[in-house]
């Protein structure tokens, strides 16, 4: 089995792919090779996978979700500082309180990138 994380993945037409966690070229999901329900594929999920030579490529089968993306993208944010994230959160829901909760980590998760990347906030 493989371990990689869902970069993303479209409900509706029924594929995504998958960054293998020891690197190397994007896996395609189709969900047909999905154990699990097709929602709890999202970007951010970690999956373990049956890695295959599909036709144009790597695919994934027998794609079960080993942390859902919510869990995920908490944990990763987890040693950036809760402070700093108990913040931001509250400054996105005042300042746009329409954001549904899967918006508030989209936008937290650009912003803790940005930060980590420009080196703004001790670890």
Known sequence: MVTGKVVRFDEI?????????????????HVNDLDVDKRLIAPGAIVEFTME???RGPKAS??????NARA?????????????REELTEALLTGAPTLTAEQVLRVRKTVFDLVRQHGWLDE
């Open 72 to 84: 995920a993208v908490e944990e990763e944010f987890v040693p950036v500082g809760l402070d700093f």
């Open 53 to 55: 030579d599909g036709e």
């Open 13 to 29: 037409r029924g594929y995504g792919f998958v960054a293998p966690e020891n690197g190397g070229e994007d896996v395609f999901v």
């Open 62 to 67: 027998n794609v079960r979700v080993v942390r």
